[in-house]
């Protein structure tokens, strides 16, 4: 599947780049990642699998949270953004399926843990939120956020007809720089030139650093869903969402994970 007359996974070169970029730009994009035909054969898995996928809506400030009104109105604390989303859980994935079989094989795990810089890496386990496909339709969005972790690889797998950019404020806050008044300038479209869009052509694996770039997916436009699969990884091993992340974005709890899982 993956396009390995560009992509040597033992290239030094290549991981060198990769962690450079992580390192300056918060980002790594690698187009072209995955042959053709395997895009392809991706692509209608997804249509099969989006039919089983969870729909769910949040009104969260960029931070995940809930409003704080003690900060005065437009400040990015006491600012909400919207989003909604399908979303596809790894219980629900064949151990055939493509993206199921590349998240589970060892030789990427290996690839990406290089490109991060990173001594151990490990899949998520958390029967939900390991592999997600990520499926979003006319009038969906992801609202200007942060994430909670450090790290997020991405698969792109089908484009939407229009909009469904995604859109990054590159490295706009620090761990000791809140950031606050250029984050309300990007909330308010008032910095344009802060903001890039990441090449998120079908096929392309996507190494990011959320936690200090503000980033959103731009709301769809048309008939044609976008696809993009979320491979879940951390430093340690054992790692696990929530209950209540868990019933928000799945509508589901452990204790019902289908039997793949579990096989
Ligand atoms: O769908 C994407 O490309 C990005 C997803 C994302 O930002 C998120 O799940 O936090």
């Not at 899949?123 to 972790?149: C, E, I, K, Q």
């Not at 997916?217 to 969402?241: Q, W």
Request: include cysteine; charged fraction near 20%; proline fraction near 5%.
């Amino acid at each position: 599947m993956i396009n390995t007359r560009r992509y040597d996974l033992n290239d030094r070169a290549v991981i060198e780049s990769c962690v450079q970029q992580m390192s300056t730009q918060g980002v790594c994009v690698l187009p072209d990642f995955l042959t053709a035909e395997a895009v392809e054969a991706l692509r209608q898995q997804s249509d099969a699998l989006a039919l089983q996928a969870f729909r769910s809506a949040s009104r969260a400030t960029p931070y995940l949270g809930p409003a704080d009104e003690s900060f005065a109105v437009g400040h990015p604390c006491n600012t909400i953004t919207k989003s909604s989303v399908e979303v596809v859980a790894y219980d629900q994935f064949a151990h055939a399926d493509g993206l199921r079989a590349l998240y589970e094989w060892d030789p990427l795990l290996a690839f990406i843990r290089e490109c991060l810089g990173l001594e151990h890496l490990f899949r998520y386990a958390d029967p939900f939120g390991a592999l997600n496909l990520a499926v979003m339709r006319d009038g969906d969005s992801l609202g200007w956020h942060f994430d909670m972790t450090d790290f997020v690889v991405s698969i792109a797998i089908q484009s939407s007809t229009s909009g469904g950019h995604f859109e990054n404020a590159k490295q706009i806050r620090s761990s000791d720089q809140p950031n606050y008044e250029s984050i309300q300038n990007v909330l308010n479209g008032q910095s344009p030139e802060l903001i890039r869009t990441e090449p998120m052509t079908p096929g392309t694996l996507m190494l990011f650093n959320g936690r200090w770039s503000m980033h959103r997916v731009t709301t769809i436009e048309g008939d044609v869903p976008r696809y993009v699969a979320l491979l879940a990884y951390d430093t340690k091993p054992g790692t696990d969402s929530t209950d209540t992340l868990k019933m928000s974005r799945y509508g589901r709890l452990a204790s019902q994970a289908t039997e793949t899982f579990h096989e």
